[in-house]
């Protein structure tokens, strides 16, 4: 547990070392040899499938940490315009999976949620870019934890009437200068499902130099 901890912690100082970098001739950061151990990372993102969650509720300290690593997540010139919406209300969750039409399923069973939006006044035309990288640390953290984490996409689908984002803000409250990337449900598993493995990679995907 603290080895996996390490290593989630130094790559967010990295990508934020990184992301906030001003002057492209500043030195850059690396990791001494031998200082992370091999292969962590690679296991915690094979185990980070999506999964059957029970209602056993969350205890609040793993939320705070599950948004702790996503507050870290870099964004573009380190304007950090992505925020969160943490629901667990139960009949609230039900609304939220009605304001997609279709594949809210895993929204609707969550014991708790959280709604990834982005301030468009302050994040600009990559908004989605960096609501998604956000997105993504709060899967890695919910399997760290423990926790089972699906995606489930909201901008660009179809609501009740409207849009699912236009929706979802109405509901919430949400200020018309934000937008609605996804909802990201979460819960404690109820099976462990088989990890990836690498059997099967297509690696003649991944290109050097050119395509």
Known sequence: MRTKLFLLVSIIILTVACSNRQNPGQASVTVPSGSVPDDVLLEL??????????????????LDKITTVALLAPSSHGQNPV????????????ELARRKRIGAGPVERATAAIVVISNRNNGGELWIEDASVASTYILLAAEYYGIGACWNHIRGREGIKTSSDEEIKELLGIPSHYAVLNIVALGHKKENKPPRTEDGLDFNKVHKEKF
């Open 45 to 62: 993102v094979k185990t980070a499938v999506p999964s059957v969650v029970t209602l056993m509720k969350i205890a609040p300290e793993i």
């Open 83 to 94: 925020e969160f919406i943490i629901v667990e209300d139960k009949e609230m969750l039900r």
